[in-house]
């Protein structure tokens, strides 16, 4: 988490490097600040919560310098107030850090003894009173840097910027991305290439490890052992770059209503006219897999829950299904014959990174999912499968949810018709309702207004309990999650037919339950699972088509009617009335929709 961006500029800094941390606010909104260089002198401005606190700061306190540095934070050690703010400044030096410097302690009670103490709560500060440290000693600014970066253990991106250069800034990276730019006599740094884009279209990416020397001629990068390397210039599209919320009034609605748009895009490029399945190199032959382990966190692990079901049913192949930050450390044994698969939004996610890199060398495949094709997680798969989701900027996660449930339903067929699960035809049938779906997401979007109904009377309820059945159980969490994260209203998911093992004590004329049952062929059980909640008073919401709706709605608090759709495919449609649900009930609330408190999107600590 937390944002960072560097600038060597031919205009003022500030305006550009404010801009990129708009497009880096997703990371993190604690605080934000920027620190540039103008007549050979530092100085900085940093305040508390959004980037918009440090716009108004600008306006009344300028900053000028066409050299600086900028932050947006996520608060990892210390309170969110303006003193643990970035820019760090130890005398001569000031310091942007994304990640966690897990040694600040022994490295603090060091330079104590040689008189330096901190003025901030941060792990950060320690990284540019060590650089001041070996500056008192003599050194230059880079090899003071570099010098510092030898003696930091954890992850970071840092950039460095110094009193009396305007011409130099240190960038470096361990475990957190950092992107170098390429102007026309101008040079820039960022995590991630999207907030470089109103710059540049050129960029290179770090790579674990390394460190950049920056003047506006151009960049020299070196491996942590100090030998220099050439890493590759690319050019991104920028047109993927585009993040504004198309008259709608949050980037989270915007993205709920780009689903049909963006299910379609993925799909085409995933199945031929003909309806062939189409993956990127290298092939991956599916008869000679064992296993599946699928690793992600939050939403994405919810996909990942929700293609065992498809894996398991359809191509009749085992699948274990992990949280990153429980499997990085349960030291899982990896067996011959057996696909890893990530799943991430961001490709950045630090438990998530983590856990492949675990399982490189020992898996016969490491396979990503991913929005991100230029992130870590996509760089060291064998195979990345792209989702085509767009920039999805909202914290909670919608598009990229829905387009990597597609992604894993497609790898899911591939599967079963190389082991001979799937006939031809009943292959061309999954693929023809797949293809019903943007059509039917553009339906479900129509209710919209009713959706926005129900979600008023949910608005004020204290807890909420989501159920579901089949593989429309990890979507219940998924609505739970949804709910929890941008309303702050307590709720939990569970199995239909785990409730009356405890969790049946919760309800209450108090309770909302929402049922999410298509009529598949569980709906009689689930349906007897929601008399058990009515004749306790329970409040339901049945989520369900017409036929289930006609079939099961007499004593019903509230109903939500889905269109018809195959079992197997049915998840990826009712995803959005439950993110509409959380959508709603949170603007009925007042919270604040894209940017929830304490969350950020990529989280790139552990
Ligand atoms: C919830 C949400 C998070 C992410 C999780 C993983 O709405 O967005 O739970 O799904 O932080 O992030 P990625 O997919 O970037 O690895």
Not at 113 to 139: I, Y
Not at 313 to 326: F, Y
Not at 327 to 336: G, L, N, Q
Not at 504 to 516: C, F, G, K, R, S
Request: aromatic fraction near 6%; hydrophobic fraction near 45%; include cysteine.
């Amino acid at each position: 988490m937390c944002g960072i961006v560097g600038v060597l500029g031919n205009h003022e800094a500030a305006p550009i490097l404010v801009e990129a941390l708009k497009r880096l606010e997703y990371r993190g909104y604690d605080s934000a600040g920027i620190a540039t260089v103008n007549a050979g002198k530092l100085a900085r401005r940093r305040a508390v919560g959004k980037l918009v606190n440090l716009g108004d700061l600008l306006v009344h306190e300028p900053l000028a310098g066409k050299s600086g540095i900028g932050h947006t934070r996520w608060a990892t050690h210390g309170e969110p107030n303006a003193t643990n703010a970035h820019p760090h400044r130890s005398g001569p030096v000031a310091v942007v850090h994304n990640g966690i410097i897990e040694n600040f302690r022994e490295l603090r009670a060091e330079l104590a003894q040689h008189g330096l103490t901190p003025q901030t709560d941060t792990d950060t500060e320690t990284v540019a009173m060590l650089a001041q440290h070996f500056m008192d000693g003599g050194m230059s600014a880079t090899d003071a840097a570099i010098a510092t970066l030898g003696k930091l253990h954890g992850a970071f991106a840092l950039a460095f910027l110094f009193d009396g250069e305007e011409d130099l800034m240190i960038a470096a990276r361990k475990g957190s991305p950092l992107a170098i730019g390429y102007g026309d006599g101008e040079m820039f740094v960022g995590s991630d290439a999207i907030a470089l884009s109103p710059m540049t279209d050129r960029i290179s990416y770090l790579e674990e490890g390394d460190y950049a020397i920056l003047t506006r001629a151009g960049a020299s990068v070196f491996t942590a052992d100090g030998k220099a390397v050439d890493r590759e210039i690319r050019k991104i599209e920028v047109g993927a770059t585009r993040i504004d919320k198309a008259g709608h009034k949050h980037f989270m609605a915007k993205e709920i209503a780009e689903q049909p748009t963006v299910i379609a895009e993925t799909l085409a490029n995933y199945i031929s006219k003909s309806g062939e399945i189409r993956l990127p190199d290298p092939q991956i032959d599916f008869s000679k897999v064992d296993r599946i382990t699928m690793v992600a966190c939050g939403t994405a692990s919810l996909a990942c829950l929700t293609a065992k079901y498809w894996f398991e049913q359809i191509a009749r192949l085992p699948v274990e299904v992990d949280v990153a930050s429980e499997f990085r450390y349960r030291e899982p044994p990896i067996p011959a014959r057996s696909v890893s698969l990530f799943v991430s939004q961001s490709g950045e996610t630090a438990d998530t990174l983590a856990a492949l890199r675990y399982c490189a060398g020992k898996a016969d495949n490491i396979v990503s999912v991913v929005n991100v094709p230029e992130s870590s997680i996509a760089r060291e798969s064998d195979l990345a499968l792209p989702i085509y989701a767009g920039v999805e900027v909202g914290v909670a996660s919608t598009k990229a949810f829905t387009c990597q449930l597609t992604v894993l339903f497609v790898l899911a067929l591939k599967a079963a018709s190389q082991r001979g699960e799937l006939t031809d035809a009943q292959l061309q049938d999954h693929i023809a309702q797949l293809r019903r779906l943007p059509a039917l997401m553009a339906e479900a979007l129509d209710q919209n207004a009713k959706v926005k109904e129900t979600a008023r009377k949910l608005s004020s309820a204290r807890d909420v309990l989501f159920l579901g059945r089949g593989p429309l159980y990890p979507l219940a969490h998924e609505g739970a999650l949804k709910l929890k994260e941008i309303s702050y209203i307590h709720a939990e998911a569970y199995a239909s037919g785990e409730l009356k093992h405890g969790p049946i004590a919760l309800i209450d004329e108090n309770m909302p339950v929402v049922v999410m049952a298509p009529r598949d062929r569980l709906f009689d059980k689930t349906v007897s699972n929601m008399q058990e909640v009515m004749a306790r008073k329970g409040k339901v919401i049945l989520v369900s088509d017409r036929e289930g709706l006609s079939e099961a709605s007499i004593g019903v608090w509230d109903t939500i009617e889905m269109p018809d759709v195959s079992d197997a495919v049915a998840p990826i449609l009712y995803a959005i009335p439950a993110q509409l649900l959380a959508y709603h009930t949170a603007v009925a609330k007042g919270t604040d929709v894209d940017q929830p408190r304490n969350l950020a999107k990529s989280v790139t600590v552990e």
